[in-house]
């Protein structure tokens, strides 16, 4: 599981006898890129055991709102909960791709089944498990596309407000300052993004890569699907 060592992109060289030795990918590796990819994932094996989770989604387990861990298997937070996602996968591991929406209280998750392998194909059957961002805002990718503008504090606060989903009064009322203030920071904001609508410097923030909503500091951490914590 998780070997990449067959196939390395080598800039369309592959089948050259001068190319030379391939670089490898090592497991430890590619376990820490999926910790700084600001989607919860989880790679689920025929068994329903949980193989691998990554930052965020050890993060969404131990929450407990929508989606938990028991065992060593992905259930639901609710019996309803966990047969949804019982029929996920069990298509998934026919080949289909699923999508499941869940709602409890004010939390939203949405989920993802990709079937990592096909069912006439020889290695054991797994299947890759999506979460749905959290929240825009919390991309830190947000944050660093704001200094890569050279924002001020003022035009970033506003900028956040818009990734929140605030109209123009909800934005003013909540930092103290008249409406026309705000339209002037959000002109400016869109100027130096070079967006000619709101619409438009949107969908720019929301496709911006995701990256881990914080900085934390990296120490040494086994990948043991049976011990999640928070993060």
Not at 58 to 67: C, F, K, P, Q, T
Not at 88 to 102: I, W
Not at 193 to 218: D, E, F, K, T, Y
Request: with cysteine; hydrophobic share 40%.
């Amino acid at each position: 599981m998780w070997q990449a060592t067959e196939t390395v992109w080598n800039g369309g060289a592959e089948g050259s006898e001068k190319s030379g030795p391939r670089p490898q990918v090592g497991q430890q590796v590619l376990m820490r890129v999926f910790d700084e990819i600001d989607y919860g994932m989880l790679v689920i094996d025929s068994q329903g055991r949980i193989l691998h989770a990554n930052h965020l989604a050890r993060h969404e387990l131990a929450s407990g709102r929508v989606i938990m861990s028991y065992g060593n298997s992905l259930l639901g937070s609710s019996a309803g909960f966990t047969a949804q996602i019982q029929q996920a996968m069990e298509a998934s591991f026919r080949g289909q791709r699923r999508l499941l929406l869940m709602a409890q209280g004010d939390r939203e998750l949405s989920m993802a089944f990709t079937p990592l392998s096909h069912p006439l194909e020889a290695d054991p059957p797994s299947v890759l498990v999506l979460l749905s961002r959290q929240s825009t805002c919390d991309n830190l990718a947000v944050r660093m596309f704001a200094r890569t503008l050279n924002l001020s504090p003022s035009e970033e606060a506003v900028l956040m407000g818009l990734c929140r989903g605030l109209a123009i009064p909800e934005i003013a009322r909540q930092h103290g300052v008249a409406q026309s203030t705000v339209r002037s920071q959000i002109k400016t904001l869109r100027e130096k993004a070079g967006a000619p609508s709101i619409r438009r410097l949107l969908h720019r923030v929301n496709s911006l890569p995701p990256v881990v909503p914080a900085l934390r500091i990296i120490t040494p951490m086994p990948h043991n699907a049976t011990e999640f914590s928070h993060p």
